[in-house]
């Protein structure tokens, strides 16, 4: 048996597994420009890590009164989206290194975003890591997306495991509520270094403040490894 016993990994995408962060913001603010607003910054941007695409154009619809449907801005932002990520979206190294030592362990694995479904199976497969995860759950497949606990619950389910046996990498403070909310451990990566005050944050098991400069695969394996021991 694995010494991380029962233990399975659900990891978020955006942010924590690829940067994808600035394909987001170049695909918003075009959007955003076709619709006359203007000088979309990146700062504004990170109100919205973590946040599913389609809750962040729900809000940008109210705040700029935008009139087009949400079904046509979705289509729009997930159309430039794929372009921009099938082109070029990086995968943290530490973190390709953390899934092949869970996957070395027969470690169960899923993905649980708030990407749409095509914009995961696009990433997951361009960066060559499709095979790892048993599992990949969107939000657009669940009634609430993050800080709602659904997406974590149902990549669990998927996997077959308790949820309690479940640990999540997330680093957006929605994330990490929803892996609060869920009865999960959260090894939390906050992406915007100014956000790891945040106090959902705080219910993470592990907070690495420096964000992906400070997480090392071999460092989470062995929290992980301790922690399987602890409750043992």
């Not at 607003?37 to 919205?48: C, D, L, N, S, V």
């Not at 914009?119 to 497949?141: H, K, P, Y």
């Not at 892996?179 to 939390?188: D, E, F, L, S, V």
């Not at 945040?198 to 400069?213: E, I, V």
């Amino acid at each position: 048996m694995s010494i991380l016993g029962a233990t399975a990994v659900i990891f978020d995408l955006d942010g924590t597994l690829v940067d994808s962060e600035p394909n987001y913001f170049e695909a918003g603010r075009q959007l955003l420009a076709e619709h006359g607003i203007m000088g979309f910054t990146w700062a504004e941007h990170q109100r919205y890590v973590g946040i599913s695409t389609r809750e962040t154009l729900e809000l940008w619809k109210e705040r700029y009164r935008i009139e087009a449907p949400l079904e046509e801005l979705l289509a729009g932002t997930n159309r430039r989206y794929l372009d921009l990520a099938r082109a070029s979206t990086p995968v943290y190294p530490e973190m390709r290194k953390f899934v092949e030592l869970l996957a070395a362990e027969g470690v169960p694995m899923a993905v649980a975003s708030g990407s749409s479904p095509e914009a995961i199976e696009a990433i997951l497969a361009g960066t060559g890591l499709a095979s790892w995860f048993a599992a990949a759950v969107s939000a657009d497949e669940v009634a609430h997306g993050k800080p709602a606990p659904d997406v974590f619950l149902e990549a669990a389910r998927r996997l077959g495991a308790p949820f309690a046996d479940c640990v999540v990498l997330e680093d957006a403070a929605p994330g990490a509520a929803a892996a609060h909310a869920a009865g999960m451990r959260c090894i939390a990566i906050p992406y915007v270094a100014a956000q790891a005050g945040d106090p959902a944050f705080a219910t993470a098991a592990l907070l690495l403040r420096g964000g992906q400069g400070e997480f090392t695969a071999r460092a989470a394996y062995a929290w992980l490894a301790d922690s399987a021991a602890a409750s043992s």
